[in-house]
């Protein structure tokens, strides 16, 4: 049984924002209810964005996707912690050589918003730190050399530490970042969730406010604590990272719990 409290809170939404992995899918499987969860919000005459700290694919890889697990999207349904980053540092230093520990995607997307990036380490201004799942050990290297002999800025894309599969974990960008500090003692800033530029630029980009946004994720350290952080209704689904051992040790509490997203379907389906 539902409690009213849950039922009113999704009803008064008027914008979704949905993390992805573990959330919306595992992997490269679709959860049962996304589709017709997607469909409803938008026939109820409410909206939704994808928001995702996994910096690894650009919003094209993303679409793509997407596509493959059957839902069709565009470029302006996703706000991404690539895209915060850009956004942040096109604010404050767009003129800094950069060098991108990411991938090729990431790298990209960094050029063609219009940054320079460079392989020289004698050169480096700033180092982006992504979620890099073509990591090397040359490019560990680079950055522990950087940091350890000059003074540049240092970001992060995001502090997840492990990101969800359909057999379990690997090792994410806030785990990388961790082995970094162990060897140079230095930490990034941090740009995407749980930091609520995301969610603000969403609600901008959308025109809502706080009360009528919906963060609906499933890690509590950066889906609920960037919810919390930016004023919106968090909501902690038990589909992905987050286990009932985690929940109860963790001082971050979401405005709701569910086992999954298909609740909100559930919801609007019953009162459409």
Not at 33 to 46: A, H, M, N, Q
Not at 180 to 199: D, S, Y
Not at 240 to 257: F, K, W
């Amino acid at each position: 049984m539902l409690q009213q409290e849950t039922i009113d809170k999704v009803l008064n939404t008027r914008l979704f924002l949905f993390d992805m992995d573990g959330t919306l899918y595992l992997g490269n499987r679709l959860f049962p209810f996304t589709k017709e969860l997607l469909d409803t919000i938008r026939k109820s005459g409410r909206d939704y964005m994808f928001m995702t700290n996994n910096s690894s694919k650009s919003v094209t890889d993303y679409i793509k996707k997407l596509e493959k697990l059957g839902i069709h999207s565009a470029a302006e349904d996703f706000i991404t912690s690539s895209q915060a980053t850009i956004h942040s540092w096109k604010n404050t230093c767009p003129d800094e050589l950069l060098y991108v520990e990411g991938t090729a995607s990431l790298r990209l997307e960094m050029e063609k918003a219009g940054f320079t990036l460079t392989d020289d380490i004698e050169k480096v201004e700033c180092i982006v730190m992504g979620f890099d799942t073509e990591l090397d050990f040359k490019k560990l290297e680079d950055v522990c050399k950087i940091l350890c002999t000059r003074a540049v800025r240092y970001v992060a894309t995001h502090p997840d530490f492990v990101c969800p599969t359909e057999y379990g974990s690997v090792p994410d960008c806030g785990a990388v970042c961790e082995m970094i500090f162990h060897a140079t003692g230095k930490r990034p800033l941090v740009i995407g969730k749980p930091e609520p530029l995301m969610p603000q630029l969403a609600m901008q980009i959308k025109g809502v406010t706080p009360e009528c946004t919906m963060v609906a994720g499933d890690r509590i350290y950066t889906d609920v604590k960037c919810g919390n952080n930016a004023g919106a209704v968090s909501v902690l689904v038990m589909s992905g990272e987050t286990d009932e051992r985690i929940l109860a040790a963790s001082d971050v509490r979401p405005a709701l719990i569910m086992d999954d997203c298909g609740t909100i379907l559930e919801i609007l389906r019953s009162h459409s």
